[in-house]
């Protein structure tokens, strides 16, 4: 199995060709019949009907892909696989479709934006109002010299 991280799916891609190596890169997983042990994968080398439940705790919206290799992990070679079918349930209660991934809700932001928008006015109003405000002089006087301040 792998997710959408990079250090994973991306990875096992870029070894094509060398299947222990794209093993590497799988994430870890317990032996079937509930052991301890993580391995990055269950063999089915064994033929016939294979079940396994996966249970998937995550906190985030991931993608995951099943792989089937046939690798003989002592040269690294891998070899073509024959499966007649394949059939994966997902019992998950907050599974959410593939066709949502990547759609955040970007109502925040727009809020933020819309805040700062007026914030940027009303200091542009008050702006306006302080230069007008300090443009007023005092009218009817030609010469200021030697008036003090609180004369004018």
Known sequence: MYDDQPDSFDQAIAAAGDCTKQLSYAKMLKTASGGS????GWSIAQGGKF????????????QWWIVLVNCDEKTSTPSPVSVTSIAIADSGKV???????GQYDVSGYNWAIALMTVAILVAC????????????????????????????
């Open 51 to 62: 079940t396994e439940t996966i249970t998937i705790n995550q906190g985030f919206k991931r």
């Open 125 to 152: 109003v008050l702006a306006f109002l302080y230069w007008k405000k300090s443009t007023i002089g005092p009218t009817g006087v030609s010469s200021t010299a030697g008036i003090g301040y609180n004369e004018l």
């Open 37 to 40: 042990s993580m391995v990055p």
């Open 95 to 101: 599974s959410v479709p593939c066709s949502t991934m």
